[in-house]
């Protein structure tokens, strides 16, 4: 059979390709794909197929969708339905490496990058053009994508890029600059912010005799990056616009070439962050401590006096610690949905010019209910491919990789996003050892034998968060109705997730006034019903503990408690247990952000926290134990005052 996910879906026995008309059972298909040879959980492929958000009926029926797929394949090829098996909890797809696109693609790529480094360009391009020929659009295009599929496409597409300005490289080197002039103009038409398509563009215009075009190309290239970006040129493109304005002979290869014809080792300024939410909000002071402890100054206006100084930071964040050769990790830890993954963005954008290898980014998925977390060897997996590292040349243990990881990065300067981390074990091995380099942390709670510089991402101001609800659903909207718009922002919890999921809300209908959608959020019974992404993003923290731990019991009796702030004697109460392990499962909560600190050595949690707590008190404890432990709380409480 053929399989093919790199462009539409196609599943291909012999003769006409196989139907698969349902949406949902495409997407689970493709998801057994992209992970073809490893079996992929119920849980993950739940997530996936409905992007978040299952109903009560899901596990059941993605088995009636793997059960129709199992027929659509027999009935194509009577085989080829004994390959879709059950698997330790999960399912697995059998899949040769000659029937799949991607691992033609690989095999392809591979084989054009050992040619490169024996120096035989002409097997270079023809192996480029076979790996690049498999490509018939955007991966899995025709499917409907939950969280995994879009970082696997993604990831996928910047291999595709990667691949593509290798190939334009090895056809500059060979002299066919005019064709490759004509293929870059559409590349960076469609890939504005990637740099080094920009390079090779003036590159082969200036040889094709065109100064004014490559000159044209780089101003094009530096208005695309300032207007998206907000950033000047990288080295790359500068160095080569220095020598063009020069009139040098032939400003390149060597300086603008993603291969070093010598050796593998790549040169270009890597640039692998996704976009921010264009509907972002700053939080001053945070983007202050942040850009400073790496190395960066601060923006211009808030160097102006505007915001606060790093020496007053909130939460508790220490000062006075900055520069890239003395702090080498940040983490910026707070809540789930409280925007840690924006901002870090908008801090890597501010301090990219620090950092003149580039910008290396991965999502650890620690935030994703039913999404299991990345293995740092599969992390490094990619990092070392952006690196340049052939695919089969990527170690497969963990401490091997890890080793020509810090290899690679000893003497550059790179800046590491590691986004939506678990823990120090995930992190460690992903944190690059030279000191030029450094490494942004995302984390819930940062873990205790992680070094890193702290600092805390609370909740919103009223004001921002109006603000973000006025980007969303339109600024005129809100302003007709500010009071109505600061009821959706107090029910939202200043929580910018939630917030966001409003905005989003009120965006898809126009017709709806705020008034009206203020008041529907007041009912806390479908609260989380009008906010979708909340309940999976609170889930997921709630997901990593055992469901009859005294963690997992103490969070799902607070929601049922409904008390604005909680202490360990209340606690042991609500549990019927001593005060140490009440203290113990309330430091997991705090730990996973479940609860946050209060003054008086108390902790509170939030109010869409606790909506999440108490729908699954309502399904996991049996009206008895709920009632009984109330009644011990609610006496506790009376002693305690």
Known sequence: ??????????????????????????????????????????????????????????VPNLHTYVMRLRHVLSAADPPAGSRLVTSDGGYLLLVEPPELDLFLFEEQLARARKALSGKDLGAAEAAYAHALGMWRGTPAQDVPLGPALRNVVADL???????????????????????AAGRLRALTGRYPLREHL?????????????????????????????????????????????????????PGPAGVSIINLLGTQPTQRLRLLPPIPPTFVDRPQVLVLATTALGAPPPADQRRGRTPSPAHPPDGAPAGQGGVGGVRVVALHGGGGNGKSALAL??????????????LYADLRGSGAGVPPARPVEVLGHFLRALGVPGREVPVTEAEAAALYRSMLAGRRVLVVLDNATGAAQVAPLVPAGDGCAA??????????????????????????VRLLALLAGGPRVAAEPGAAADVARSCGYLPLAVRAAGTRLAGRPDLSLGTFAARLRDRGSRLDLLPGVRSCFRAGYDQLSERSDAARAFRLLGELDLPEVDVAVTAALLGVPTEPAEAALDVLVELRLLEPAPGGRLRMHDLVRLVAAELCATRDTPEERSRALRRARRATLRHG
Not at 33 to 47: E, F, N
Not at 198 to 220: I, K, N, T, V, W
Not at 440 to 454: E, I, M, Q
């Open 1 to 58: 059979m053929r399989f093919q996910l790199l462009g539409p879906l196609r599943v291909q026995p012999t003769g006409t390709p196989i139907q698969i008309s349902a949406r949902k059972q495409r997407t689970v298909i493709a998801m057994l794909l992209a992970h073809a040879g490893r079996a992929v959980p119920i849980r993950s492929l739940v997530t996936e197929v409905w992007d978040g958000c299952p109903p009560r009926s899901a």
């Open 440 to 465: 942004l942390v995302t984390c819930r709670g940062v873990p205790a034998t992680l070094d890193a510089v702290p600092i805390a991402v609370g909740l919103l101001e009223e004001a921002e968060a």
């Open 157 to 179: 597409t910047d291999r595709y890029l990667s691949a593509v300005e290798e190939h334009i490289d090895v056809q500059l080197a060979l002299g066919a600059h005019r064709a």
């Open 198 to 250: 920009h390079a090779q563009l003036m590159l082969a215009l200036y040889r094709c005799g065109d100064m004014p075009g490559a000159l044209e190309a780089f101003s094009a290239a530096r208005h695309a990056l300032a207007e998206e970006l907000g950033l000047d040129p990288g080295a790359e493109l500068r160095r080569l616009h220095r020598a063009i304005l020069n009139h040098d002979a032939d």
């Open 346 to 359: 908008r801090v890597a954008q501010r301090v990219a010019g620090r950092y003149a290898d580039g910008v």
